[in-house]
């Protein structure tokens, strides 16, 4: 076995792959670009060296810089994760070159599964079922290929990849253009408009099968995953078995995918991902390979739930020459496992990627949790916004989907938006918690999976209370931190207002004692994250003179904060003012609004006439002299 090898990627898949390691008894070597200096995945291991700048091209990308790491610390071997350098044959045999092992299956195998059509019609001729359709060289004859397939057909990009350059066509009188718009963003794309055309299936489930080979020709299969819900090609939640496998179609599926490794002469952990019809269950004849990941996926922790193997165990031994020493037969599924990809986006506004400090991170303890970040820790624009994978096993289908809803309602996470309380709606929803789930399930359902929900009463009332008791923890001497009650215009408080995604909420104060079950914290922004069963609301509250003593330093008058009326006037022109002085009492929203000066100066004019009534932004009080 290896003595040290060097993790060639980031995040949680880094860290993930020095668990093992470490449990092995082998040195860990981190590779970090200067983003990810003070990151988990380079705290985590033996040791870490900088290959660059966070540009992936300019670090987790360079090859180069990876070798010349690998060779300075002595590490053996190198583990490229996913993504970068995963499927790339050529730093594979750079590896080679270097007298280093490339823990991933040989270049050849990489390059033949490389290419969509190529893979299918190799794929093809070694007796998998592959999609019907036409995949050959020849380009003129596509329309006529697309007749005799019959419609609907789907066009795809030989070398596409994410649905990239993927149409589908309904009637022959638009083929044509969907040709055309096909081929032209496969070019930009790929560099290359070859396509192939195959039948449509509607409805299709993906369905994949982990494979494992090793050196020596045994190839085995762990079983199949589903990984039907996805959004725009990014899987959001993969289960394994798959809903409703029978015990025939796993052994037809198991077989073929066998087939399609031994064919390519794989070696390592592979994924064969088919699409299936499964519109009259999951049965052998309607099944098709469409295409090989050459690699340790995301989502393999929900095979090793249910097959109870570490795959980068398997991984690091197969790397090192041993034998697989398994029998198929041994191989059976034990309950049943479900992941989801908590990532830093926002459901509600398209799934925008989200960007931020984690201020809060709290993460469930009694299901199994893949994170690469920490609380503090930053997320940026550079790399994939996932935040964690969290993985729950049961002994049945349904028990395995309530424990991961459950554990992820106790998911705190601040500082950034997530997909949290889209991930809990999902596993809760009355289809995918039947098992009818395909492709389509998410979009389908975006209105009830994705809502623009309110805070409920609760984290209101529970932000109120915090604000009242004084204690959200501070430095500075605002209205949030100072130890007695909330008080504005001296008065003590009933009601208190805050701002929710840009309307005001009137929250009445409740007792100190009550409890909510909502954690609340203070943000460096001020604002407040109230994190309630799994979804964090922030709100800011509205507290019109501390947003203008906020302003305070740099402002030369006063404002009118609300609309209300003039019930004291208590200063002059040409008046000195300490910072602090009462200058005009406002009667608004049922309360008293003491409005202080900003700072030591001199009133030059005064606007404000007892009595009136007047708008938000009437200027009160006037000060002399420059705004500072
Ligand atoms: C299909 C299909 C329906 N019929 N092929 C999408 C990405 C690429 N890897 C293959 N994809 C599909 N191929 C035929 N003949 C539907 C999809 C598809 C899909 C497949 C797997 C997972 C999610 C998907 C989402 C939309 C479309």
Redesign the pocket.
């Known amino acids: 076995m290896f003595q040290k090898i060097l993790i060639a990627n980031r995040g949680e898949i880094a860290c993930r792959i020095m668990r093992t390691a470490r449990a092995m008894g082998i040195g860990t070597v981190a590779v970090y670009s200067d983003a990810d200096a003070e990151s988990a995945h380079a705290a985590a291991a033996d040791e870490a060296v900088r290959i660059g700048p966070p540009p992936a091209r300019e670090s987790y990308l360079r090859a180069d810089a990876i070798l010349e790491a690998a060779r300075a610390t002595g590490a053996e071997a190198i583990h490229p994760g996913y993504g970068f350098l995963s499927e790339n044959a050529d730093f594979a045999e750079a590896c080679a070159a270097a007298g280093i092992v490339f823990i991933g299956p040989p270049p050849g195998a990489i390059r033949a599964m490389g290419l969509k059509g190529d893979a299918k019609a190799l794929m093809d001729k070694a007796g998998v079922p592959v999609?019907p359709?036409y995949h050959g060289a020849d380009q003129i004859g596509l329309k006529s290929e697309a007749a005799k397939i019959g419609y609907p057909v789907?066009i795809?990009a030989v070398a596409?990849?994410?649905?990239k350059g993927?149409r589908r066509v309904d009637v022959a009188e638009d083929f044509e253009a969907a040709l055309e718009s096909a081929q032209r963003e496969a070019r930009g794309a790929f560099g290359s408009d070859r396509v192939l055309v195959?039948?449509?299936?509607?409805r299709?489930r993906?369905i994949e099968v982990q494979v494992f080979a090793d050196r020596h020709g045994n190839v085995l299969h762990l079983l199949e995953r589903d990984?039907?819900l996805?959004r725009r090609?990014q899987k959001v939640v993969e289960e394994a078995p798959a809903p409703g496998m029978t015990a025939e179609t796993r052994k037809w599926i198991g077989a073929i995918a066998v087939t399609a490794a031994r064919t390519v002469g794989y070696v390592g952990a592979g994924t064969v991902?088919f699409?299936a019809d499964a519109s009259q269950g999951l049965c052998p004849d309607r099944i098709w390979f469409?295409?090989m990941n050459t690699r340790l996926q995301v989502e393999h922790p929900v095979t090793e739930a249910i097959t109870g193997i570490d795959l980068v165990e398997w991984q690091l031994r197969v790397a090192a020459g041993e034998a697989l020493f398994k029998r198929q037969s041994d191989i059976r599924p034990r309950g049943h496992a479900v992941e989801v990809r908590l990532y830093a986006e926002d459901p509600a506004n398209g799934f925008l990627p989200s960007t931020g400090t984690l201020e809060r991170l709290a993460l469930p303890s009694e299901v199994r949790v893949d994170a690469g970040v920490r609380e503090g820790d930053v997320v940026t624009a550079f790399y994939d916004p996932m935040i964690a994978k969290v993985i729950a096993h049961g002994e049945t289908r349904e028990g395995a989907m309530a424990k991961l809803g459950e554990a992820l309602s106790k998911v705190e996470i601040a500082g950034l938006r997530t997909n949290n309380a889209f991930l809990i709606r999902t596993l809760r929803h009355p289809d995918f918690v039947a098992g009818d789930i395909d492709?389509?399930f998410i979009t389908r359902h975006l209105e009830e999976l994705a809502p623009q929900t309110p805070p409920p009463d609760e984290a209101l009332a529970a932000a109120a209370q915090s604000v009242a008791k004084g204690n959200l923890a501070d430095t500075d001497d605002d209205p949030w931190s100072r130890g007695d009650s909330f008080r504005l215009a001296g008065a003590s408080r009933q009601t208190m207002d805050f701002v929710v995604d840009g309307k005001y909420r009137s929250v009445t104060i409740p007792l100190p004692s009550t409890e909510f079950g909502v954690h609340i914290l203070k943000l460096t922004n001020g604002d407040l994250a109230a994190m309630h069963k799994g979804e964090t609301f922030v709100l800011h509250l509205h507290d019109p003179l501390h947003d203008m003593e906020a302003e305070g330093d740099r402002t030369d008058r006063v404002l009118a904060p609300m609309p209300g009326k003039i019930i004291q006037v208590q200063v002059q022109a040409g008046q000195s003012v300490r910072r602090g002085d009462p200058l005009v009492i406002l009667e608004a929203m049922k309360m008293e609004h003491t409005l202080s000066a900003p700072r030591d100066t001199t009133v030059e004019s005064v606007d404000a006439v007892l009595g009136d009534q007047i708008a938000e932004g009437a200027v009160l009080v006037r000060f002399a002299g420059e705004a500072a």
């Open positions: 999609v359709g789907l795809k596409g990849g994410g649905g993927m195959e039948k449509y299936v509607a299709p993906h990984c039907s996805q090609h991902e699409i469409m295409e492709t389509g």
